[in-house]
Each structure stands twice: as C-alpha cells, then as structure tokens.
C-alpha cells in the first residue's frame, strides 16, 4: 500500500535561516512525488513535484526538494525562510503504476511556523 | 485562467440531512478529484472522475456519491449526515492525462459542519 510519513508535526525556525521539513514515502514501484502548502482557509497550493531525472527540484516561492531513492525521501528546503512562509506543509504521492489515475496520497502535514 | 471553484463555501447541517457540493474545474480540464480534510484523519481521497466517468474511488461508505457532467463540472453528495462528516471538502482539477504526472489544482474547499 502506498503511504507518506511527515515526521514532525511542527517546524520551527527563525527568518533568514535555512528550513527543511521532511517527508518520506513507501510505494510499490517509482513514484511521482508533490509537494503543497495550505494556507489558513484556503485550499491546497502546488509547490514542486518530482517525475523523473534530476534529484533537486525547484518550485514555487524559492522552494525546492531533494529526491533520495535509497532513503525513499523527499524533502522541502529553502534556503532562507521568510515569515510569510509560516503555513502548512502536505507531502504527496502518486505510484507511476496507477496509470493515469489522479489520486494523491497524502502525508499527515507539518506546519512550519518561521519567527521573525 | 480561472482557478477550481468551489460552491457553498460554507454549509451547517444537521444529522440525517443530506447535502450536495459543487465543483467547477480550470477551463479544460477534464479530471476532478475529490478529497475531505478533518484535524484527525487528514487528507483523505474520496473519488475521481474523468470524462463523466468514476476513475478511481477511496474508501468511503456508500453515503458518499458524486457525478459529473459533460462540461467537466462535478457535485458531490453525501447523504444521512452523521457528525464525523464535518469537514473541508476540497475538490482538485487536473488535465487527466499524462500517465499521472500532472499537479492538480486545489479549490479552497467546502466546510461542512453537521449538527
């Protein structure tokens, strides 16, 4: 069965500094992996995925993600947080064995709180 | 483009009701998902429907039904609402095609409250 881990439900870090929050998954072949945000009230805004080729993906807002193979991971970074970054953070996955289907499964979340 | 839209934004209902909940895609599109959010269960899918045809279903009791029409637009219905059924509907639009490496494109969802 497919299924993403966030392993911290909270990420704490200063303006400025780097952040990461983690995510990794388990399914039965090669994945397409996504990254969203939600925003308070709102719905799910698209960040980055992965599909094939290069390890390091970059996405919307100055965020990017590393894909692991061995570690089964793929992680949000940014180099510098900044306040409004403050959100929370949805890992998902899709297994290229679905063939053309659109479901998502998704990770529990972690909100990432950035102090100024 | 416009993005997903989602109509009522908000709904209060009580146990027993039954409530319907709408879902245009982006103008093309031709795949919508569905999917509730709840603090306990989180992200959970409910259906996919491509082409006015059910690709894909979640594990949700029959209660909770959709369709959709030939203009890609979709409705969702749950019936004899029970309490755990307060949630945030989100419905995602995608093109469809691509062997499932398109992104898709959130709404900002329905929250249902049943009382």
């Known amino acids: 069965a497919q299924s993403v881990a966030q392993p911290e439900d909270q990420v704490n870090v200063a303006e400025g500094n780097p952040l990461t929050v983690k995510c990794t998954y388990s399914v039965s072949g090669n994945p397409y992996l996504f990254w969203y945000v939600q925003y308070p009230n709102r719905g799910l805004q698209f960040l980055l995925k992965y599909i094939t080729g290069d390890n390091l993906v970059k996405g919307s807002y100055g965020f990017e993600a590393e894909f692991n193979k061995s570690q089964t991971s793929f992680h949000l970074k940014k180099p510098s947080a900044l306040v409004s970054d403050s959100a929370l953070y949805f890992c998902?996955?899709?297994?290229?064995?679905?063939?053309?289907?659109?479901?998502?499964?998704f990770g529990q979340g972690t909100t990432l709180q950035v102090k100024p | 483009k416009a993005g997903v839209t989602q109509t009522p934004r908000y709904l209060i209902k009580t146990r027993g009701q039954q409530v319907t909940l709408s879902c245009s895609p982006i103008s093309g599109h031709r795949s919508v998902s569905w999917y509730q959010q709840t603090p306990g269960q989180g992200l959970q899918f409910l259906f996919e429907?491509?082409?006015?045809?059910?690709?894909n279903k979640g594990n949700f009791p029959g209660r909770f039904s959709g369709r959709q029409f030939s203009n890609s637009r979709s409705e969702m219905n749950v019936s004899t609402l029970e309490l755990g059924d307060s949630a945030l509907y989100l419905c995602?639009?995608?093109?469809?095609?691509?062997?499932?490496?398109?992104?898709?494109?959130f709404g900002p969802g329905t929250r249902l409250t049943v009382l």
């Open positions: 429907y491509f082409s006015e045809t059910q690709r």
């Open positions: 998902a996955v899709r297994d290229k064995g679905s063939s053309n289907t659109g479901k998502l499964i």
């Open positions: 995602a639009s995608s093109s469809g095609l691509g062997q499932g490496a398109n992104e898709q494109f």
